[in-house]
């Protein structure tokens, strides 16, 4: 797979990113099947698979449980090698989701993980939705103190993780990048996924095989035919399965 930037960042990513979910956190998921959490020797052995594999885009949030604190033991000594992206606004505890996107709690994210994945920068940080986009962009502090933290150096892109499409929209007016969900069954991102690389806002796919959901030869195929689409964020725990997926976008050509 050929790297390529994303959006107007000056970071590059693969076109098959690999969504760190389920290393960390197998409690109220959306998958289909259950699974068990992996080891902390399968994780390690997993992450370096995925970067071997030419993978060079991690995707990550404190709600994933540990999966931030298992990629900063895991793979920090090739921190080099990826972009890593991590969130902001949602933890999970005691098997429930909280929220909170005060400037505080922002600014205490953004510490955490910067430890836990032992980065003194972090390449880009999203805004992790609850549902409430609106709220979230025009009611609390989490755009403003984001964009500070990247004025300071600390982050180098910051986005929106959206649910709704008026939220991304309405995110294309600071965001360096969006995250959406978008796949066969759902085209519903797909103006805003236009508008978005037309001004230059990186575009990520979330749910591209709708959580497991699509069969990833004719799904993955879908989304990275989209002259818009940046990158497509997949995971999984069977390094054979992920390769599976990275020779499906090798043989992809953009629309």
């Not at 994780?43 to 404190?62: C, F, H, Q, R, W």
């Not at 069954?185 to 690389?197: L, N, Y």
């Amino acid at each position: 797979m050929e790297a390529q930037l994303l959006g107007q960042t000056g970071l590059k990513v693969s076109p098959i990113g690999f969504g760190a979910f389920k290393i960390g956190r197998n409690q109220k998921i959306k998958y289909p099947t259950p699974y068990d959490l992996p080891t902390e020797a399968d994780v390690e052995k997993l992450l370096n698979a995925v970067l071997d594999m030419g993978i060079s885009y991690i995707d990550t949030a404190p709600a994933y449980g540990l999966s931030e604190e298992r990629i900063g033991r895991s793979i920090a000594h090739r921190r080099d090698e990826f972009v890593l992206s991590t969130k902001i606004g949602e933890t999970f505890r005691d098997g429930q989701s909280q929220y909170d996107y005060s400037a505080a709690a922002v600014r205490h994210s953004i510490d955490s993980s910067r430890l836990l994945l032992d980065s003194e920068i972090l390449d880009l940080v999203l805004i992790h939705s609850s549902g409430d986009d609106d709220f979230i962009l025009n009611q609390t502090d989490a755009v403003a103190t984001l964009c500070d933290l990247k004025q300071a150096g600390i982050v180098r892109a910051v986005g929106m993780s959206a649910k709704s499409i008026e939220g991304t929209r309405q995110s294309l007016e600071w965001a360096d990048v969006i995250m959406v969900e978008y796949h066969l069954d759902d085209r519903s991102h797909e103006e805003v996924i236009a508008e978005a690389a037309e001004r230059g806002v990186g575009v990520v796919i979330k749910k591209g095989l709708a959580a497991g959901h699509l069969t990833p030869d004719e799904a993955i195929s879908f989304v990275l035919r989209n002259p818009h689409v940046d990158s497509l964020v997949i995971g999984g725990l069977n390094p054979a399965h992920i390769q599976v997926n990275v020779n499906v976008a090798g043989t992809i050509s953009k629309g």
